[in-house]
């Protein structure tokens, strides 16, 4: 049974990679991993203890705050919302259309090109271009609720809301959108992946909750415009995060990585 299993895997390895593959190397890496882990297999207490796991948390929690308190589900759900705040010509729900359909493309997107950029380069310009879409729609903002400009100058600049969060969707959603959920699933170690993906995912809806939650409050309180200078501020930080902190996964064995976060100082 064990050695059709072998044969079953080692069938199904090459149909995915076209037959010029060296399946039986990546099968024999496959092998040795789960021996390996079922002669070390330590305990949940055991295991978050160590070295990898902490940093794992680290990254993978800062990337749930970073996705979330980045505004995202802010803009999704008040699109409309920020569009007639804008005073855009556009209809707010033919711009909400818009902002959807968008954001499915470019999720298939991210997903033919995450293996090939790798994680931290997505994750740096999708954040970057964040922030800078941020701030033109906080500008805007500035120029037309505090009236620092006249009203003809805010009709011309009526695309830079349709562009600010076009951008601004694209860009999350090739980056900061897909890969912290794939990166909780390569961080962690195996004895302790499922309990702490699960609690990353649990804290990453917390945040979308609350942003969802005071994202009103907080704009009639501020002001749009302050707003969204806090998303990007909050998007700079998530960048330098990730040049400093986030490590390299593509194309790394789960052993691979977990000496690299074992190494690391």
């Not at 740096?124 to 879409?133: E, N, P, T």
């Not at 033109?136 to 695309?159: A, M, P, W």
């Not at 809301?161 to 999350?172: E, K, Y």
């Amino acid at each position: 049974m064990k050695q059709k299993r072998e044969e079953d895997a080692r069938a199904a390895l090459l149909r995915l990679r076209g037959g010029d593959y060296d399946v039986d190397a990546e099968l024999k890496e496959i092998k040795e991993t789960l021996e390996a882990n079922e002669r070390n297999k330590v305990s949940f207490s055991t295991s978050i203890q160590k070295r990898s796991s902490r940093i794992a948390a680290i990254v993978c929690f800062s990337l749930m705050f970073f996705q979330q308190a980045g505004g995202i589900n802010a803009v999704i759900f008040y699109t409309s919302n920020i569009f007639e705040s804008a005073g855009s010509s556009l209809d707010p729900k033919v711009a909400t259309i818009i902002v959807g359909v968008i954001q499915c493309i470019a999720t298939f997107v991210s997903s033919l090109v995450v293996d090939r950029l790798g994680r931290r380069l997505l994750l740096l310009l999708s954040d970057f271009f964040m922030l800078v879409a941020g701030v033109v729609l906080g500008l805007f903002f500035s120029l037309n609720d505090r009236k620092l400009v006249d009203e003809d100058t805010i009709k011309t600049l009526g695309f830079l809301p349709v562009l600010s969060l076009s951008v601004f969707i694209i860009v999350f959603s090739l980056g900061f959108g897909p890969i912290p959920w794939m990166i909780s699933s390569e961080l962690f170690p195996s004895e302790i992946k499922s309990v702490a993906s699960s609690a990353a995912g649990t804290f990453n809806w917390f945040m979308a909750f609350l942003i969802t939650k005071f994202y009103l409050n907080l704009k009639n309180a501020v002001g749009g415009d302050v707003t969204f200078y806090i998303f990007s501020g909050i998007s700079l930080l998530g960048t330098i995060f990730v040049f400093f902190v986030v490590p390299e996964t593509k194309g790394k064995s789960l052993e691979q990585i977990q000496k690299e976060l074992n190494k690391e100082t």
